[in-house]
């Protein structure tokens, strides 16, 4: 495969090369993508990756076709395929018709983490995605990735909640942007993040100055999020406002549950590690119900609309021209809110 565009993608990406141009293009070109378990979720991130044209996906996932997945939204799958391998190769040609200058395979059999030490497997990727993955699971495969130094995106799904996490490593990526009333300058512009060169110019074509900035930024492994002090020195209103489903997604992965007073008791003791408020009345007489009803379950929508906004989030890493969140985001679909945290 060449690294560069020929003129038939450059037909065909028209559109979107006049948003991350020809450089974002060939990065997504040129990125291989492994994807762990074909949930709801993960469909609607590979569709528009695919689409977006990535070079290649690996589409992981060793379970069988069950009823709640056509009510999940999982639209790659039809009845006459229940109890088949979710990478039938009926499915995955449905997958590869997307867009068939990305090159799409599958596999079936279980993943043998110990099997995985030496990394042969993993490190065909640069970026690997990841979904309701076991606590266990998680800490593993986010071990791998550092080791690896491959880029890592991980999703939880219950119902109208959702999390996403990003383990980016250390990124270093220039952008452009128009310049701002206050020129930026090098230093520190969040907890893990710096700008370290800045050039100013001017652009002819827009006729404004714009400014080209290299930003570092330090992502955090997974584990990290148990004990950070992301929110040690916010006031009190700010404390107030942090989503009190990060902790309860948090202390259901990590200890799995279905009693709320179990529950509430895990939750509260992070919420005093992250130096947060003990939950709140209508936390524990309203969501952990609702947390709890629908943990383990995927609604279409949800899938859609968490899909559409880490698959872009995915193409602004890749291609590097927008910076991608750092690095924890919560999916509230009663409050209607998608609050990103710099864990």
């Known amino acids: 495969m060449s690294n560069e565009l020929s003129a038939d993608e450059i037909a065909l990406y028209d559109r979107q090369l006049r948003v991350w141009g020809a450089e974002g293009q060939t990065h997504l070109k040129n990125s291989r993508i492994l994807l762990l378990n074909f949930t709801s979720l993960g469909c609607e991130i590979i569709k528009n990756l695919i689409l977006a044209g990535v070079g290649s996906v690996e589409i992981y996932d060793s379970d069988t076709v069950k009823e709640q997945d056509f009510s999940a939204g999982n639209f790659f799958l039809s009845e006459s395929e229940l109890a088949k391998s979710k990478v039938d190769q009926a499915i995955i040609d449905r997958v590869r018709d997307l867009n068939p200058r990305v090159n799409v395979t599958a596999r079936d059999e279980p993943i043998l983490w110990e099997e995985h030490k030496n990394m042969e497997y993993f490190r065909r990727f640069n970026l690997i995605i990841a979904n309701n993955l076991s606590y266990e699971e998680t800490v593993k495969l986010n071990a791998i990735t550092r080791e690896a130094g491959i880029a890592l995106y991980l999703t939880v799904n219950h119902g109208i909640y959702g999390l996403a996490f990003n383990d980016l490593l250390i990124n270093v990526s220039t952008y452009v942007d128009f310049k701002n009333p206050l020129a930026r300058v090098v230093g520190p512009i969040s907890r893990n993040s710096e700008i370290v060169k800045v050039e100013k110019f001017y652009d002819e074509e827009s006729e404004k100055f714009k400014e080209r900035f290299t930003v570092k930024s330090q992502y955090k492994p997974f584990i990290d999020t148990y004990t950070s002090s992301a929110f040690a020195n916010l006031t009190k209103r700010k404390r107030k406002n942090v989503s009190e489903l990060l902790s309860l997604f948090l202390s259901n992965l990590q200890t799995p549950?279905?009693?709320?007073?179990?529950?509430?008791?895990?939750?509260?003791?992070?919420?005093?590690?992250?130096?947060?408020?003990?939950?709140?009345?209508?936390?524990?007489?309203?969501?952990?119900?609702?947390?709890?009803?629908?943990?383990?379950?995927?609604?279409?929508?949800?899938?859609?609309?968490?899909?559409?906004?880490?698959?872009?989030?995915?193409?602004?890493?890749?291609?590097?021209?927008?910076?991608?969140?750092?690095?924890?985001?919560?999916?509230?679909?009663?409050?209607?809110?998608?609050?990103?945290?710099?864990?």
Do not use: C, H, R, W
């Open 257 to 343: 549950t279905s009693d709320p007073t179990e529950l509430i008791s895990k939750a509260n003791e992070l919420q005093t590690k992250l130096q947060l408020n003990p939950l709140s009345e209508q936390t524990i007489n309203t969501t952990v119900p609702s947390f709890l009803e629908q943990q383990g379950t995927e609604i279409a929508p949800v899938s859609a609309i968490m899909g559409g906004a880490l698959a872009q989030d995915i193409i602004n890493f890749i291609s590097k021209k927008v910076e991608p969140m750092d690095n924890l985001m919560i999916f509230d679909g009663v409050n209607y809110s998608m609050p990103v945290y710099e864990m």
